[in-house]
């Protein structure tokens, strides 16, 4: 069990990790300021079945409180150990989420 408590605590900071790496380069990824705005994704996906929480946000602050959901889930990982497979159903809609 103990095992299965640090396994889970070392995802969640991985994750929190690759969380605050992408969050240097917010404004290029995860607005419509960026590379590839989300409506274009949206109107044009380049992939079938391409879905993500982020296309919701098209402006700075929508992406950080995106950012916010994302660090809370990640973070209700490491500390809710008898919640564990709702927090993994919600953390993998997530992880999906930031391609």
């Known amino acids: 069990m103990r095992?299965?408590?640090?396994s889970r605590i070392?995802?969640?900071l991985v994750l929190l990790l690759d969380l605050a790496k992408r969050?240097?380069?917010?404004?290029s990824w995860y607005t419509n300021d960026g590379l590839v705005p989300n409506h274009t994704l949206l109107w044009r996906p380049s992939f079938t079945?391409?879905?993500?929480f982020f296309f919701l946000a098209s402006s700075a602050p929508a992406?950080?409180?995106g950012f916010v959901v994302c660090a809370l889930a990640y973070g209700a990982l490491a500390e809710a150990p008898y919640v564990t497979?709702?927090?993994l159903n919600?953390?993998?809609g997530f992880v999906t989420s930031r391609r």
Request: overall charge negative; proline content about 0%.
């Open 10 to 12: 070392a995802l969640a």
């Open 49 to 52: 079945n391409d879905f993500s």
């Open 63 to 65: 992406a950080v409180a």
């Open 90 to 92: 919600v953390d993998g």
């Open 3 to 6: 095992s299965l408590a640090a």
């Open 85 to 87: 497979g709702h927090v």
């Open 23 to 27: 969050l240097v380069q917010l404004g």
